[in-house]
């Protein structure tokens, strides 16, 4: 099949991906050569780091060590709980059943350095909390998936979780929590991709659209839609891709990595800091944040810097 003879959807993502080559090129050439880093090496841009990056750039700079938090916790034991694929039809069981279910099966079998370990090896309140925190992120999932299930559900990712710039150690990763329409043929792609988010605001549509970019790029097909499911006020925001709402997705993606590249190249001073009350927890560089210090010394209802929404 000839470039001009190709369905629209796989031309769309050829154009996208020039476009990020453009975009992150100035980033990539200071990333190494090469197509096969070990784990450490690459720079990656994901969903969570562009939420840092607009949130704090200062914080998104900062490599910090890997631990298990309870919402990646809640992902992982919920997609252990179910199959990849949700036919058409098929009942859902409760979240409860599901998530007692996979941290049985957790508790015994052995996964040196994943989450099975982390599980077995924590506190028994611990385990409480990741079970809890699993369930209620499962039900929120189920509540945006009508019962039984319409159409083919894929959960997760698909084997396309990442695009890769040319001949460098730079990533752009996908973390869909379900597609509807999972099955693009030669002709069509109406894939409807679904992310869960907390709290609806501005970040609500830049998260949208960075999953758009991820998703088209790696997958080498730009989906239909885009939906974002406000899992605190059960709100549900559906985007159609195009040329412009792809643009927002790579405006995000620029700004994530040049915070990123930014730590790499211990050149964190240069960027903003921006204290507020979730944004700076854990963060190594606290102790020694000016911004930070001033916003803690402000009386609580004057402080603002509270949560970027």
């Not at 309870?70 to 409760?94: K, V």
């Not at 599980?119 to 999932?141: C, G």
């Not at 009350?277 to 209802?301: I, K, M």
Request: aromatic share 8%; proline share 10%; charged share 20%.
């Amino acid at each position: 099949m000839t470039a001009p003879d190709r369905p629209p959807h796989y031309l769309a993502a050829d154009r996208l991906r020039e476009r990020l080559i453009d975009a992150l090129e100035p980033i990539a050439v200071q990333t190494p050569e090469g197509t096969a880093p070990k784990f450490g090496e690459a720079l990656y841009v994901t969903h969570f780091l562009v939420n840092q990056a607009f949130d704090c750039p200062a914080r998104a700079s900062i490599e910090e060590p890997f631990s298990w938090r309870p919402a990646l916790a809640a992902r992982t034991i919920t997609f252990a709980a179910l199959p990849t694929t949700l036919p058409a039809g098929q009942p859902l069981d409760p979240p409860e059943v599901l998530v007692r279910e996979a941290l049985r099966e957790a508790m015994a079998d052995p996964d040196p350095f994943g989450f099975n370990d982390e599980f077995q090896n924590a506190p028994k309140a611990v385990r409480a909390h990741y079970a809890l925190v699993a369930t209620a992120f499962m039900a929120r999932l189920f509540n945006a998936i009508p019962d039984p299930v319409p159409v083919d559900l894929q959960l997760g990712p698909s084997r396309h979780k990442e695009w890769t710039f040319p001949d460098r150690y730079l990533r752009v990763r996908t973390r869909p929590d379900f597609t509807t329409n999972a099955r693009f043929g030669k002709d069509t792609d109406q894939r409807c991709v679904w992310i869960m988010a907390g709290a609806r605001g501005p970040h609500t549509r830049r998260a949208a659209a960075f999953e758009a970019v991820a998703t088209t790029a790696a997958s080498g097909s730009q989906p239909d839609r885009v939906a974002v499911v406000s899992t605190s006020a059960g709100l549900i925001d559906s985007y159609t891709i195009d040329d412009d709402f792809l643009q927002e997705g790579i405006d995000a993606a620029v700004v994530a990595a040049t915070a990123a590249i930014a730590g790499w190249n211990d050149a964190i001073d240069t960027l903003e800091r921006r204290p507020g009350l979730f944004t700076c927890q854990g963060c190594v560089e606290q102790p020694l944040c000016a911004p930070y210090a001033e916003w803690e010394a402000t009386p609580l209802l004057t402080r603002g810097g509270l949560p970027r929404l």
